[in-house]
């Protein structure tokens, strides 16, 4: 395993893994118990702060239950999906407090 680097170089294959993770429904320490590596090793590779051969590549895509036809078809592909959640947070981090008790409202009324 190479060692964590302090440059983040995000790559379709990051985000690739990332997106099939999310929607197999993995998490972090599932995904790296698989693979015999740390849920924190999994969470540097998909912020583009690791390598990651292609012997691991396999494993998670298969960790995940995809197959690598799906994960080559995301990489093909001209951009990857994003997970939507990741997205709202991104937003929500750089709102101001009172935007962030407007959300909250609004978020409160689809999980009661």
């Known amino acids: 395993m190479s060692k964590r680097s302090q440059q983040k170089r995000v790559t379709k294959v990051s985000k690739a893994l990332r997106h099939l993770r999310h929607a197999g ?3 972090l320490n599932q995904a790296g118990r698989h693979c015999g590596i740390t849920g924190s090793a999994i969470a540097h590779i998909e912020h583009g702060r690791m390598d990651i ?6 494993a998670l895509v298969k960790a995940y239950g995809s197959s690598m036809d799906h994960f080559n ?4 592909a001209e951009e990857v999906p994003t997970n939507k959640r990741d997205e709202c947070l991104a937003i929500i981090r750089r709102l101001d407090d009172g935007k962030v008790a407007a959300v909250y409202g609004l978020l409160a009324t689809f999980v009661s």
């Open 73 to 76: 078809a995301l990489i093909g």
């Open 25 to 27: 429904r993995v998490s």
């Open 53 to 58: 051969p292609l012997a691991r590549i396999e």
